[in-house]
């Protein structure tokens, strides 16, 4: 599925049939982490997951938050899935209103 193109998220949004697909939304995280500071993948995991709810209009509480959060230690394949479940969702909810 294609979404418009938002700050830090990916046009590609799946669904995904493989890590490979996710991680090819990913790839630039990749090539920031050999570059930048440690936790660079965290941080771009935790901008995309969060422009990801903001995008689908999610209103987060402190528990939300601090499992956005624990979700930034995961792979970026990972988050990418979560990131393309919710914007999905959110499409989806929309195109049936």
Not at 13 to 23: H, L, N, W
Not at 61 to 79: F, H, K, N, S
């Amino acid at each position: 599925m294609e979404v418009e193109p938002v700050k830090n998220l990916p046009s590609d949004v799946g669904p995904y049939e493989t890590a490979e697909q996710a991680a090819e939304t990913v790839r630039e995280f990749y090539q920031l982490s050999r570059l930048g500071p440690r936790g660079t993948l965290a941080k771009c995991n935790q901008e995309r997951l969060l422009a990801a709810c903001e995008a689908a209009g999610v209103e987060l509480g402190d528990y939300d938050q601090r499992i956005l959060a624990w979700l930034t230690i995961w792979e970026p394949e990972t988050v990418a899935v979560i990131v393309g479940l919710v914007l999905r969702a959110h499409a989806g909810e929309v195109t049936s209103e």
